[in-house]
């Protein structure tokens, strides 16, 4: 069976938590057509399971699934709660649908560095991220996906 490979690509800067562009649908909303909310996603390495914030979660009428423990960097054993039904879009590909921890995704309680996404490992885990110097101030990464 042949391998299909997929990839996105985009230049970062080093200053900020990598982030990307993609798109989070539901298969109700594909399956009718609809396109993807796009936003702004930060890559976690050391996130297990993606994340999306409360507002995309409403705006998407995900399925509320109860509560989920999690670790962050700042806590132990949170309580979370869990939804079914992101579909993450990059470039060509749908990823999804996916259980989700539905968070507030603010950094530093400033708005302005808020994001409605944070990719896991469960995401980057399906394949293989590469994130290797392409300036002097940049870094460029490629998300492959084998399917």
Do not use: W
Not at 100 to 111: K, P, W, Y
């Amino acid at each position: 069976r042949k391998k299909t490979i997929f990839s996105v690509s985009g230049i970062l800067p080093t200053t900020d938590v990598p982030q990307m562009n993609c798109g989070v649908i539901t298969e109700r909303h594909y399956a009718n057509g609809m396109e993807p909310v796009e936003v702004k996603a930060y890559i976690d390495t050391g996130c297990n399971r993606s994340s999306v914030s409360p507002r995309l979660a409403s705006l998407l009428g995900l399925e509320y699934r109860g509560t989920t423990t999690v670790d962050s960097a700042t806590e132990k054993g949170a309580e979370v709660d869990l939804y079914y039904g992101a579909c993450f879009v990059f470039g060509n590909i749908m990823v999804g649908p996916r259980f989700v921890t539905v968070v507030d995704l603010i950094d530093d309680g400033d708005e302005s560095k808020s994001v409605d996404v944070l990719l896991g490992m469960d995401i980057i885990g399906m394949g293989c991220l590469t994130i290797k110097p392409a300036g002097e101030k940049h870094y460029q990464f490629r998300f492959k996906f084998d399917i």
